[in-house]
């Protein structure tokens, strides 16, 4: 054998060789060396964000009012006791000590301002990482949201999924409702509308949404409306209504059945119950599970129209009548009855809309989509060509069970 063979055979069986006659090559060197250091940066705990908890105050959820003074608004943070939120009994909203909140509040010129005030007069600092809503006063939000949007909107703290509310009375007031079963009423409130996803009643908007609405060339943003009633001598948040937005300002408001319209136009009414009016009583029926199709298509004149497809598909849920609706024709009779309420909604909602002139369910942006070229000469008047668009509604709805009974349950029923 040569000597280079040898030198290679060396290299390969390097373990059987001498350890003296081996050298390791220039780029393992190296990639070792990077290895270490990578090892070495793992071990490192050190965050260069991190937050002491006891120097922070834990923000749940905001309220934005109009000042006292002119040009002011008075903001309203709801803070959480960290020393509280974890005692008492399950469904408490107060701990032996007192509530498990705060509220803190300041009026000034601007947000940001009034939070530094905050700042100066407590020993914590504002933390909004953790806030659920954001709610405006109807007052304030006819005069302009913007400063307030865009506060929390550039705040790097603040969540852009944080839910955005109208109260009809003061914001402030909203944070302070009595809570059973949750610690904080903002906790009550966020709780509330992660409900409405199953219940369909209500709006459910977030930051992002409304922002994403807000710089929309033709759509008008919607928030839903939050207000407070009394029970046994307590005062509880109910939502009710949608809000419409033109131009940055508060200009009117959707009823329960107009809201519900909207929720049908925009494809977000999932579930929930309806209760259906017959000759014999009332009939409930559980939605199950519904699609909304909306396009626009152009006419035979060279106009468009927007046309809606609603799938749904239901049970029967309750039958408060004495009539057995298994049978075919009664089945078939709660279908009729189920589209025309949803007819009704849908163009309950489109009247008001139309009144308002303002595009709440995306006719601008399905067409821009659709017929781009078109778009171009309808955008720079769209507040006048909206209210003469004309909508289709074609409901399918399909009754997958009379429920666990066939007779109805009220006695002296069918027989």
């Known amino acids: 054998?040569?000597?280079?063979?040898?030198?290679?055979?060396?290299?390969?069986?390097?373990?059987?060789?001498?350890?003296?006659?081996?050298?390791?090559?220039?780029?393992?060197?190296?990639?070792?060396?990077?290895?270490?250091?990578?090892?070495?940066?793992?071990?490192?705990?050190?965050?260069?964000?991190?937050?002491?908890?006891?120097?922070?105050?834990?923000?749940?959820g905001t309220g934005l009012d109009v000042g006292d003074e002119p040009d002011t608004l008075k903001i309203t943070a709801q803070v959480v006791k960290a020393s509280e939120i974890g005692s008492g009994s399950p469904g408490k909203g107060k701990t032996s000590e007192g509530k498990a909140y705060v509220n803190i509040s300041y009026t000034d010129k601007s947000v940001l301002s009034a939070v530094r005030e905050i700042t100066h007069m407590q020993n914590r600092r504002l933390y909004f990482s953790?806030?659920?809503?954001?709610?405006?006063?109807?007052?304030?939000?006819?005069?302009?949201?913007?400063e307030g949007l865009d506060a929390f909107t550039r705040d790097y703290e603040a969540r852009m999924n944080i839910y955005i509310l109208i109260s009809k009375g003061s914001a402030s007031e909203i944070l302070k409702e009595d809570v059973d079963l949750e610690k904080a009423p903002a906790l009550h409130i966020s709780g509330m509308m992660e409900n409405q996803e199953s219940n369909s009643e209500t709006v459910v908007v977030t930051l992002r949404d409304f922002m994403i609405?807000?710089?929309?060339?033709?759509?008008?943003?919607?928030?839903?409306?939050?207000?407070?009633?009394?029970s046994d001598g307590k005062k509880y948040a109910r939502l009710e209504g949608t809000a419409v937005f033109k131009q940055g300002?508060?200009?009117?408001?959707?009823?329960?059945?107009?809201?519900?319209?909207?929720l049908w136009v925009m494809d977000k009414a999932k579930s929930g119950a309806t209760t259906v009016d017959t000759q014999w009583g009332q009939v409930v029926l559980e939605m199950l599970h519904s699609s909304s199709s909306l396009k626009p298509v152009k006419t035979k004149e060279g106009g468009i129209r927007m046309q809606l497809t609603i799938n749904v598909d239901g049970t029967i849920e309750s039958n408060e009548t004495t009539e057995d609706m298994s049978r075919l024709e009664n089945v078939e009779l709660l279908k009729e009855k189920m589209?025309?309420?949803?007819?009704?909604?849908?163009?309950?909602?489109?009247?008001?809309?139309?009144?308002?002139?303002?595009?709440?369910?995306?006719?601008?942006?399905?067409?821009?989509?659709?017929?781009p070229e078109e778009w171009k000469e309808m955008k720079g008047n769209w507040e006048d060509v909206f209210p003469k668009i004309e909508l289709d509604v074609q409901v399918n709805v399909e009754l997958r069970s009379t429920g666990g009974l066939t007779k109805p349950g009220v006695p002296g029923g069918a027989k």
């Open 339 to 371: 589209k025309e309420d949803i007819r009704s909604d849908i163009e309950s909602s489109l009247s008001q809309a139309r009144e308002f002139s303002a595009d709440i369910f995306g006719f601008g942006e399905a067409i821009r989509r659709e017929y």
């Open 213 to 230: 609405a807000t710089l929309s060339e033709s759509t008008a943003p919607v928030a839903p409306m939050i207000d407070l009633y009394e």
């Open 130 to 146: 953790h806030s659920d809503v954001l709610i405006f006063s109807s007052d304030l939000a006819k005069l302009d949201m913007a």
């Open 249 to 262: 300002k508060l200009i009117g408001e959707l009823d329960k059945a107009q809201t519900r319209g909207l």
């Open 1 to 60: 054998m040569t000597k280079r063979a040898m030198k290679i055979a060396g290299r390969a069986f390097w373990p059987l060789s001498s350890p003296t006659s081996y050298q390791c090559p220039k780029n393992v060197r190296r990639a070792a060396g990077l290895l270490s250091c990578v090892l070495l940066v793992l071990c490192l705990n050190a965050c260069w964000s991190q937050r002491e908890l006891n120097k922070l105050a834990i923000v749940v």
